[in-house]
C-alpha cells in the first residue's frame, strides 16, 4: 500500500507519500517531525480536532467556542457533534475549562475556548 | 479632549499587537479605540484551530489567540475604548469619534497606528445577475451568525469562492448539520490552504468546481435555486454548461477589502495595488507619525503574519514618540516588475530603522518554479532566490538588508519564470 497525503498540521501543506512496502509504515516528502505522526495516523486510524460552539448561559455571550483537546476518529465527527450539542455551560468559565469530558469513551476532554466571565 | 502619546484605530490582532509592542518600548499613554462590544476583532468568529503556529509555537483557536493578547493588554495600563466608533482623522493627528459614554470627542495624539481592518466583498461587487431574495449571505456574516450569535443560516448551500474563509464555512456548515452542494471557483486553482482543501472539502465529500462561477440567482423570498457556468480562460461563462443547484443558501467568500475610509480622511496617500497606506520599511505611512499594520496595510494570510507586522508598527511608533525623527525625502522607491502585485513596504528609508527588513509580496499568477529578483535601476542584482511554488493566495516574504540599497533611487521586485526547472 501506498498512500499520498497532504499534510494537515500547518499552512505548509506538505505532500506525503506513505508506504508499508518495507514492511512497516514509512513517511516521506514531510519537513517538520509532526508529518511523520501525521502521516502514519492519517494512513491507519485518522483523527481529527473538533471547533465548535456550546450553549452558554448568564452572560451577554449565547455561544461559547470549543475545542476537542487532541483528534478524535474521523469516523466519529458527526457522533461527537451530536453530543457536544447537548452541553450547556453556566458562565463564568474559563479557557482550557472541560466542558465535556471523554467525549463518547475517546478520552479526549472538549475544551472551552475562550474567557466568559 | 483626550490626549495620549499613542491612539491605536481598531481592536483586533493587530491593534493589540501594536498596544503591547509600544507599551514594552516605553509608551505609557496609548489608548485603543474598538468599535465593537469586545476587542479580538474578526478572530472572535474564527473558533477554527490553525493559529499561533509561527507566534506561540501552538495551534490556537480565533478566541484563544486574541485572548493571548488581551491578557498581555490588561496587564498593562493600557486604555481601551469598545464601543467607539471613529469618524474622522485629521492630518494633525485629531481623532473625532463617538461613543455611548463620552458621547463625541475628540483625541490628540503624538503617533497613531491605523490598525482597522479588512471588510468582505460582497454580491453587488462582483454583480452577480438574477433575483434578490434573502439567503445571500457574505461568508465571514454568516460565520458571525453561527459562531457568536448562535443562528443556522441555511440548509442547502453553495459557497462561491474557494479561499479559506469559504473553505472554513463549508466545513462549518456541515458540521453544523447543512447540505453543502458545491464550493464554486472561477479561478482554475484554489485560492485556499491545501490543509483545508483536506480538512474542510475532502473530509466531507465537499465538491469543488474549478473555473466555474454563479451566473444566476433564483427564489421569490428565499434562495431557490443557484446556476453555476463553467467560464473559459477569460474567465467568461461559456454557454449550455449550466448546473442548477437547489438550494436556499449562498455564501460568498469573494475576496476583502482593507478598510481605509479614515486614512483617506487624514489625506494619507494609498498604493492602489495593495489597497493599503503606502509604508516606509518601519511601517510609517507618509503622514509623518502615523502608522499602518494589519489587514488595514494589505490583506493577509496569516494571523501570525499580522502579529509580526504590527509589533513593528508599534515599536517604530514608540521610536517615534521617545526619540522623534523624520524620513529622509530620498527614500528608496520599491517597484513591482513583471508576476508581482504588489510589496509592502513600498519604501525603504536608508538613514533610518533598523538595518534589515521583511518585505512582503504577492505573485500575479500562479508559478511553478521561479526565482525573486531585486533589481536596482542601474540594473543591479541586489537580492536573487528560487523558489519553487508560488501562488497569488500565498503571501511571500523576503528579508532585505537595507545596506545593499546604498548607492540607489528605485529597485524592481520581480519573478523570473521557469529559471529552475526540476
Not at chain 2, 474578526?42 to 478566541?63: A, M, V, W
Not at chain 2, 461568508?139 to 473553505?167: C, F, H, P, W
Not at chain 2, 519604501?347 to 499568477?365: C, I, M, P, Q, S
Request: with cysteine; aromatic share 6%.
Amino acid at each position: 500500500m501506498t498512500k499520498e497525503l497532504i499534510c494537515i498540521c500547518c499552512p505548509q501543506g506538505c505532500r506525503l507519500t506513505v508506504s508499508d512496502e518495507s514492511g512497516e509504515l514509512t513517511v516521506t516528502g514531510y519537513t517538520c517531525k509532526r508529518g511523520i505522526e501525521y502521516g502514519k495516523t492519517e494512513a491507519t486510524a485518522p483523527t481529527r480536532v473538533i471547533t465548535t460552539t456550546v450553549a452558554v448561559t448568564g452572560s451577554s455571550w449565547c455561544r461559547l467556542p470549543v475545542k476537542t483537546a487532541g483528534g478524535v476518529p474521523k469516523s466519529k465527527i458527526f457522533d461527537c457533534m451530536d453530543a457536544i450539542n447537548q452541553v450547556t455551560v453556566q458562565a463564568p468559565v474559563h479557557t482550557g475549562d472541560v466542558v465535556l469530558s471523554n467525549i463518547l469513551e475517546t478520552g479526549v476532554d472538549v475544551v472551552a475556548a475562550r474567557t466568559i466571565e | 479632549m483626550f490626549q495620549y502619546d499613542l491612539a491605536i484605530i481598531g481592536g483586533g490582532p493587530a491593534g493589540l499587537a501594536a498596544a503591547v509592542s509600544a507599551w514594552n518600548e516605553g509608551v505609557r499613554s496609548i489608548v485603543i479605540i474598538e468599535r465593537d462590544d469586545v476587542t479580538g476583532g474578526i478572530l472572535n468568529q474564527c473558533i477554527h484551530n490553525g493559529f499561533g503556529l509561527h507566534y506561540f509555537k501552538e495551534e490556537l483557536t480565533g478566541p484563544e489567540y486574541a485572548g493571548r493578547f488581551e491578557q498581555m493588554v490588561a496587564e498593562t495600563s493600557i486604555d481601551v475604548k469598545k464601543q467607539t466608533m471613529v469618524l474622522n482623522i485629521t492630518p494633525e493627528k485629531m481623532i473625532y469619534a463617538v461613543n455611548p459614554t463620552d458621547g463625541y470627542f475628540a483625541i490628540s495624539a503624538k503617533a497613531i497606528v491605523l490598525s482597522m481592518g479588512c471588510r468582505e466583498r460582497t454580491r453587488g461587487a462582483i454583480s452577480i445577475p438574477g433575483d434578490r431574495p434573502s439567503g445571500v449571505f457574505t461568508a465571514g456574516t454568516a460565520q458571525r451568525y453561527v459562531n457568536i450569535e448562535g443562528y443556522m443560516v441555511g440548509k442547502r448551500v453553495v459557497i462561491l469562492g474557494s479561499g479559506d474563509i469559504g473553505l472554513i464555512m463549508a466545513r462549518r456548515m456541515t458540521l453544523e448539520g447543512a447540505k453543502v452542494l458545491a464550493v464554486v471557483e472561477i479561478m482554475p486553482y484554489s485560492n485556499g490552504l491545501n490543509r483545508n482543501l483536506v480538512q474542510c472539502l475532502d473530509d466531507y465529500d465537499i465538491p469543488l468546481y474549478l473555473s466555474h462561477t454563479v451566473t444566476d440567482i433564483r427564489g421569490k423570498r428565499r434562495v431557490e435555486q443557484v446556476v453555476v457556468s463553467k467560464v473559459d480562460e477569460n474567465r467568461a461563462p461559456i454557454p449550455g454548461t449550466e448546473m442548477t443547484f437547489d438550494c436556499d443558501t449562498l455564501l460568498l467568500s469573494v475576496g476583502l477589502i482593507p478598510e481605509n475610509e479614515l486614512t483617506k480622511s487624514a489625506g494619507i496617500p494609498i498604493d492602489r495595488r495593495s489597497n493599503g497606506a503606502i509604508v516606509f520599511d518601519d511601517m510609517q505611512t507618509e503622514l509623518e507619525g502615523v502608522f499602518a499594520c494589519g489587514n488595514v496595510l494589505h490583506v493577509h494570510d496569516l494571523v501570525d503574519f499580522v502579529t509580526a507586522e504590527s509589533m513593528k508598527a508599534g515599536k517604530s511608533a514608540a521610536q517615534y514618540i521617545l526619540y522623534p525623527y523624520q524620513h529622509t525625502d530620498q527614500p528608496v522607491e520599491l517597484q513591482n516588475g513583471p508576476g508581482v502585485t504588489y510589496t509592502v513596504p513600498q519604501k525603504l528609508d536608508l538613514t533610518a530603522g533598523e538595518a534589515k527588513t521583511d518585505l512582503f509580496f504577492r505573485v500575479n499568477h500562479v508559478i511553478h518554479g521561479g526565482t525573486i529578483t531585486v533589481q536596482a535601476e542601474d540594473g543591479t542584482v541586489l537580492f536573487s532566490r528560487k523558489k519553487a511554488h508560488m501562488l497569488p493566495a500565498e503571501m511571500e516574504k523576503i528579508t532585505l538588508d537595507k545596506s545593499w540599497f546604498v548607492g540607489h533611487h528605485t529597485a524592481t521586485v520581480s519573478i523570473q519564470e521557469g529559471a529552475n526547472e526540476k
